[in-house]
């Protein structure tokens, strides 16, 4: 069974910086696509971004030049390097992971979920 434990929410003030990182654990020998996703109050679960297998990166228009994903292909880690915070990425962020090869289990297609970190920007 795999697990996606996310860390380093928080509060934050506007303009200031947080780091989130997300630990997948289970029979996992390589992961397809991790990501994060962020979900406002009152608003849908939105694609913050995500880093494929391949090395090729998304990200939403809202944060791009600002926000940076990273991945640790070794320890099925992704990492969110979010900067510039603005009140309105006041969100809980969940990390993403989809397309799972395990051993001995065969390859996953399905998407696991984080349970998901609060970020607060705020003065």
């Known amino acids: 069974q795999v697990q996606l434990v996310e860390s380093g929410g928080g509060l934050v003030q506007p303009g200031g910086s947080l780091r989130l990182s997300c630990a997948a654990s289970g029979s996992i020998t390589d992961i397809n696509v991790m990501g994060w996703y962020r979900q406002a109050p009152g608003k849908q679960r939105e694609l913050v971004a995500v880093f494929s297998r391949g090395g090729s990166t998304n990200y939403a228009d809202s944060v791009k030049g600002r926000f940076t994903i990273s991945r640790d292909n070794a320890k099925n880690t992704v990492y969110l390097q979010m900067n510039s915070l603005k009140p309105e990425d006041t969100a809980v962020y969940y990390c993403?992971?989809?397309?799972?090869?395990?051993?001995?289990?065969?390859?996953?297609?399905?998407?696991?979920w984080g349970k998901g970190t609060l970020v607060t920007v705020s003065s």
């Open positions: 993403y992971a989809a397309g799972i090869w395990g051993d001995p289990d065969p390859f996953d297609p399905s998407p696991y």
